[in-house]
């Protein structure tokens, strides 16, 4: 039995930005928070691009019946409008499609990129399914939810199906967030660390004056950055580095300390397949002489290469 509004029939909120976030994590939950609440929730999400577009297929908004909203389907020049459609859409408990730019009945409403995106406003009945998502990026698990129009409903289904519409569903699929593992010493270390920590990665540091492992931190979702001055005090962590699959594997020094370093793994039996997945010199631009632009450097490249997956 579909469960009735509170809003059913009363005035429409006024919509307003609750959280400013394109985090997955944050927007699902808010959506969860939101659909076990009074107000219920709905999880709007870019089902089409018709041109260009601000945001990639997939792109999310959780928006709840009191007019709160978080997360971007656009440049953020049409989320208000969408969210006033979504609370319209909790109050009466049934989905719909939004039409904006191209094709759209609201011709006041002008994407920047000049193109046009369809939106689907999902009100969500059981906040079961986006929790199991939660659950599952907090484990380190790739996972996908998959949106079917007809049925109004979303499922969790497994990470290795396709993104887009398939089969009658819209497959959203959802990676835990970028882990940066950082090893290394002094004021390298220190720099890259605090600056990795404010822009959101999960981070950890090892200084290498510690005996530590990193074997059971390293995930496909992973990178990996080696800062140290000395290859010999690097090669037991590039070891462990080696041994996983991490999506980025990067190393400090010039050109000339790579060539040692390539000799040194060659001497311990890694091929040079093997050799040729660590980015070195690290990072993005360089040669850098102070530790922000490292820190700049290697942050942007990561960030690039995490961004640039396409599973």
């Not at 909120?13 to 994590?25: G, K, L, R, S, V």
């Not at 020049?77 to 969408?82: G, I, K, S």
């Not at 220190?190 to 990193?214: H, M, N, Q, V, W």
């Not at 400090?252 to 793994?265: F, I, P, V, Y």
Request: proline fraction near 4%; charge should be neutral.
């Amino acid at each position: 039995m579909q469960k009735s509004s509170p809003l059913l029939n009363t005035t429409p909120a006024t919509p307003y930005c609750a959280i400013m976030t394109d985090d997955a994590e944050t927007i699902l939950n808010y959506a969860g928070e939101g659909a076990e609440s009074q107000f219920g929730s709905a999880l709007v999400t870019l089902v089409d691009i018709r041109g260009g577009a601000s945001r990639a297929l997939g792109a999310q908004m959780a928006v709840r019946g009191d007019g709160g909203y978080c997360g971007y389907v656009s440049g953020g020049c049409t989320e208000a409008a969408v969210a006033a459609e979504a609370i319209e859409a909790i109050g009466k408990g049934v989905d719909r499609y939004l039409l904006l730019g191209e094709g759209s009945r609201f011709f006041d409403i002008v994407l920047p990129c000049g193109g046009g995106i369809t939106l689907a406003i999902h009100v969500l009945k059981d906040a079961n399914p986006v929790r199991e998502v939660l659950a599952l990026l907090r484990s380190r698990r790739r996972v996908a939810l998959g949106y079917d129009p007809h049925r109004q409903s979303v499922r969790v289904i497994g990470p290795s199906i396709n993104a887009g519409w398939g089969d009658g569903l819209f497959v959203r699929r959802y990676r835990p967030k970028a882990r940066l593992i950082l090893c290394g010493r002094g004021i390298e270390l220190d720099t890259t660390t605090r600056l990795a920590t404010a822009s959101a990665f999960e981070t950890l540091s090892f200084d290498g004056r510690s005996p530590a492992k990193i074997d059971d931190d390293v995930d496909q979702d992973t990178a990996v950055a080696l800062l140290f001055h000395d290859i010999d005090q690097e090669i037991p962590f590039l070891k462990a580095a080696l041994a996983q699959e991490p999506f980025y594997l990067g190393a400090l020094g010039s050109r000339r300390t790579h060539e040692k370093r390539c000799q040194a793994l060659l001497a311990l039996g890694y091929s040079e397949t093997q050799i040729e997945r660590i980015k070195a010199p690290i990072g993005m631009f360089g040669p850098v002489r102070d530790a922000g632009a490292l820190a700049l450097s290697v942050l942007a490249d990561v960030g690039g290469a995490y961004s640039n997956r396409s599973s």
